[in-house]
C-alpha cells in the first residue's frame, strides 16, 4: 500500500523539485488511517488531500534557494564569531512592536534612575550643609562634580564665604536662634554708646 501511495505521490509531485526524503515524510504522514489493503480511489483521495502540504513544502524550498543573501549575512556573521545564530539587525515583524516598548521602557528606567540619584545627591548636599551652618539661601544656586569630595568643597565653600564677608564669622559658628542673635546685637551696640 505505500508503495502505491509512493507512486501516485510523487507522479503528482514531479514537477515539485521535492526530494525522496520530503515524499518518505508526506507518505508516511497520509499513510495512517488507511488500511493496508486500501483501494485505489482511498490513496488517490489521500493523495490529493496531501497536495497542499506538497505545494508549501515547494514554496519553502524555493524561498530558501531564491534568498542567498539572507544566508551570506548569517554566514559571515558566523565568521566573526557570532556563533549564537540569527541576526539581531532583523528582528520579526511581530517582535517589532514589544522592542519598541522594551526600548521606551529602558530609557524610562534611565531617566528615573537619574532623578532618583541627583535628588539624593541634593539632599545630601543640603544636609552636609546644614550641619556646616551654611544657610538654605547661599545654596540654592550652588552645584558640585558628581565625583567631588563633598565635605571639603562645602568646607571651602564655607571658607569662601566667611573670606569675602558675605557670610560672618560669628554666624558661620553660630548655634543660637535670631532672637539671641538681636540681643547679643544690641548688647554690643548699648555698650560701644558713651556713659553721660
Not at 13 to 29: N, S, Y
Not at 76 to 104: C, H, I, T, V, Y
Amino acid at each position: 500500500m505505500k508503495k502505491k501511495f509512493r507512486k501516485l505521490l510523487s507522479e503528482n509531485c514531479k514537477d515539485m523539485g521535492l526530494t525522496g526524503k520530503a515524499l518518505d515524510d508526506l507518505v508516511e504522514i497520509g499513510a495512517e488511517g488507511l488500511d493496508d489493503d486500501a483501494s485505489d480511489e482511498d490513496i488517490a483521495a489521500k493523495v490529493d488531500s496531501l497536495m497542499p502540504y506538497a505545494k508549501a513544502m515547494q514554496g519553502e524550498i524555493t524561498r530558501k534557494t531564491r534568498s542567498p543573501k539572507p544566508q551570506s549575512k548569517k554566514t559571515q556573521s558566523n565568521d566573526e564569531g557570532d556563533d549564537e545564530g540569527g541576526n539581531d539587525d532583523e528582528a520579526p515583524e511581530w517582535f517589532k512592536p514589544f522592542q519598541q516598548k522594551l526600548s521606551a521602557l529602558e530609557s524610562e528606567n534611565a531617566t528615573l534612575k537619574a532623578e532618583k540619584a541627583k535628588t539624593t545627591r541634593q539632599a545630601e548636599i543640603a544636609a552636609k550643609a546644614k550641619k556646616l551652618g551654611i544657610p538654605d539661601y547661599l545654596m540654592k544656586r550652588v552645584s558640585f562634580a558628581d565625583d567631588a569630595d563633598l565635605d571639603k568643597e562645602l568646607e571651602d565653600y564655607k571658607q569662601e564665604l566667611v573670606t569675602n564677608n558675605l557670610m560672618p564669622k560669628e554666624q558661620a559658628h553660630e548655634t543660637g536662634s535670631n532672637k539671641q542673635a538681636m540681643e547679643a546685637s544690641a548688647k554690643a551696640w548699648a555698650e560701644s554708646l558713651p556713659n553721660k
